[in-house]
């Protein structure tokens, strides 16, 4: 159950900043998941 929760948060952090960079309703799920890795991705360096 700590899994999910851990994902659910993550995604939700995820989508907020996915909000945050402009009009997101033109893009289909799978772009949304795939900008989502790469906000995630980009923060985790960012904090090394």
Known sequence: MSDKTDFTNRMGKAMISLAAIGNTRELTLSDRVRTCGVLQG????DQE
């Open 42 to 45: 980009s923060a985790s360096s």
